[in-house]
């Protein structure tokens, strides 16, 4: 018995854009559980996969010294990978598709990845973005989403100290957030979330999934 045929690049994907601590990975578990639009969906959790690969377990991504070593500096600084590393990234994301079987209907929820224009631009070849889901949130609510942990997920995490939070947020203003405008400018439709501090992924999802049944347009991009 042959076995179901693997999507080729491009790979169909949602974007899933926010701050650090606005709820993305546990949304992107909660797509991955439910999908989205009757097609199966994958949540690639980048960030996840580069703590991995820091602590050794980056054998199966078929990652060198040199690249671990990017990695760990990255995790440590705070630093977004650039055009030099796409090699790096090529590597995670393709290992990530063979081993969990991406299937032609089904689509990639991008967390992590891309993270900026030039990493979107870069990337164009390996991921067909359909769809950015945009979550919203001040530093204020951030703050208490990550104290209070409210989407389950901030456990052995070492950079959640208010200077690392503070550097990831300015970092997400000055190069993540522009993404928004990258990819309307594309026509890709955005979607925004406004996110609040007790906000759990199986609301974001009920909104998410509310939004694009079409009861509500508001926060949708062109």
């Not at 950079?159 to 000055?174: G, I, N, Y």
Request: charged share 30%.
């Amino acid at each position: 018995m042959r076995s179901a045929p693997l999507a080729e690049p491009p790979w169909p994907s949602v974007l899933l854009v926010g701050p650090t601590g606005s709820g993305k990975s546990p949304l992107g578990d909660e797509i991955e559980r439910r999908g989205l639009q009757g097609r199966p969906c994958l949540h690639f959790d980048f960030g996840s996969n580069l703590r991995r690969a820091a602590r050794g377990e980056a054998g199966e991504f078929g990652l060198d010294g040199p690249e671990i070593e990017r990695v760990r500096i990255s995790l440590r600084s705070g630093a977004l990978f650039e055009a030099a590393d796409l090699p790096m990234i090529a590597k995670i994301l393709r290992r990530f598709v063979e081993t969990r079987s991406l299937r032609p209907d089904g689509r990639l929820v991008l967390n992590g990845l891309p993270r900026h224009r030039d990493q979107a631009e870069a990337l164009a070849a390996f991921l067909a973005v359909e769809r950015v889901v945009s979550l919203e949130a001040g530093a204020p609510v951030i703050l208490a989403r990550i104290r209070r942990d409210t989407g389950r997920d901030r456990a052995g995490r070492p950079d959640d100290d208010l200077e690392s939070v503070s550097r990831r947020l300015e970092t997400f203003r000055r190069r993540t957030a522009p993404l928004l405008e990258h990819y309307r400018g594309q026509g890709v439709p955005i979607t925004a979330i406004r996110v609040t501090a007790g906000m759990t992924a199986a609301r974001m999802y009920a909104e998410l999934d509310r939004r694009l049944r079409g009861d509500g347009t508001q926060g949708e991009g062109p």
